[in-house]
């Protein structure tokens, strides 16, 4: 079946530097994509979203880039900090198939003082 | 505004034996989950309700696990009999109709 998947399993960077955290998906029907932060121990929590209207949306340090050409998505961290360090999920949702979230596998970032 | 509140937080049985976990959702979410979440993986989607109806139960495993939503609010879901890789963290979300999905923290089960 068509799923969502990441380029990097385990990414490590310095504090203070940007993060660039990949993601590709397949299934050309997904039309809202969603990127979160999972700590140890509890939910994932909602980061920043896009729809496929948009090929950029940024937050207060982080930026989303959708590339509908390559079926791509990246998560940017400005200024990346300690309490960065977490696993990082994308999910698509097709909003056809009734808001359902698919999760590609994760990517842990881990931030190094 | 609560959060999404789930329990057990952690859960230890043997093989064979049977689980129920409980969610309740934030006040007003129409829309609730349940997710799988294997060590190492993202979470998988097992059942989706709409109020007090099911939307998507198509990865849930039939044979051994059951969730209901009787009175659109709360939702147990239960697993009977356990099997070893049934050992995960099973999230519970909601979520206005097409809104956000809020996350608890998970009930995370270890199967012996």
């Known amino acids: 079946g068509e799923s969502v998947g990441l380029h990097l399993p385990t990414l490590s960077v310095q504090e203070g530097d940007n993060s660039i955290i990949n993601c590709a998906y397949s299934n050309s029907a997904s039309d809202y994509f969603i990127w979160y932060k999972q700590e140890s121990g509890k939910g994932p929590q909602f980061i920043i979203d896009?729809?496929?209207?948009?090929d950029k949306r940024q937050g207060q340090r982080v930026t989303v880039l959708l590339n509908k050409t390559v079926k791509h998505l990246s998560l940017q961290i400005a200024a990346t900090q300690p309490g960065d360090s977490a696993v990082y999920f994308c999910a698509e949702n097709n909003n056809n198939a009734g808001n359902m979230l698919t999760f590609g596998g994760g990517t842990r970032l881990m931030v190094k003082p | 505004e609560a959060g999404v509140a789930q329990s057990p937080r952690y859960k230890i049985i043997e093989k064979r034996q049977s689980v129920a976990f409980w969610c309740n959702p934030i006040?007003?979410?129409?829309?609730l989950y349940w997710y799988q979440q294997i060590l190492g993986q993202g979470p998988k989607l097992l059942i989706q309700f709409q109020n007090n109806g099911v939307v998507d139960d198509s990865q849930l495993p039939k044979d051994r696990f059951s969730a209901e939503r009787l009175k659109g609010v709360d939702s147990t879901l239960k697993i009977q009999p356990a099997k070893l890789e049934d050992s995960a963290v099973y999230l519970c979300?909601?979520?206005?109709?097409?809104?956000?999905?809020?996350f608890g923290e998970g009930s995370r089960l270890t199967v012996l």
């Open positions: 979300a909601s979520s206005r109709d097409t809104g956000e999905l809020f």
């Open positions: 006040s007003g979410h129409a829309t």
């Open positions: 896009i729809r496929s209207n948009m």
